[in-house]
């Protein structure tokens, strides 16, 4: 029902709106999950480990890096509609330990949201990571932070255990048999 004089119906322009809507919020997911995964991708010759320690898992809730979960490792998974959202994955690296032949698996979740013309991203508790749209070759600060991440757990959990203030505090004894 479009007035030749005065252009399109209000109900037209909703229509417009839905389908820019749409259109957006298509290529913010195509473009955030070719973005992470390039990121998963190329953080195993980061670490310099073997390509199968590092895998896309959900980002929250039970998960097994043994899983091979593709897109379900993506927030959007499950969807029945598409948002104009921040995409979130979860990253897994699988650690081998040193003395014996079991392995941890460290997971940390990444939310990547395109502002303007960059991929802002947020690895847990560590700053702002901005990349730009085209990111080939410049993923490596995308890559040090997950690491830093990973590696604070770890820092953090040993600082804890060696503070002098806990020396003293309360504390558990072995039963002895």
């Known amino acids: 029902m479009r007035n030749k004089q005065t252009g399109p119906t209000p109900y037209e322009k909703l229509q417009q709106a839905i389908l820019d809507y749409g259109d957006a919020a298509m290529e913010n ?61 979860g990253i897994c690296v699988i650690v081998g330990n040193a003395e014996d032949s079991g392995s941890l698996w460290l997971r940390t979740g990444v939310r990547v949201e395109i502002t303007g013309d960059t991929f802002d991203v947020y690895v847990a508790n560590q700053p702002i990571v901005r990349i730009d749209k085209d990111y080939t070759g410049k993923l490596e600060p995308v890559w040090e932070v997950i690491f830093k991440e990973l590696l604070s757990v770890f820092k953090q959990e040993l600082a804890d255990f060696n503070d002098d203030r806990f020396e003293h505090g309360i504390g558990f004894i072995a039963k002895p048999e």
């Open 29 to 89: 997911l195509l473009r955030c999950r070719s973005f992470a995964n390039a990121v998963i991708a190329g953080l195993p010759d980061y670490l310099q480990c073997p390509r199968d320690m590092v895998v896309a898992v959900p980002a929250e809730g039970p998960f097994d890096p043994r899983h091979e979960y593709g897109e379900a490792a993506f927030s959007f998974h499950g969807q029945q509609v598409i948002r104009l959202e921040p995409v979130v994955f």
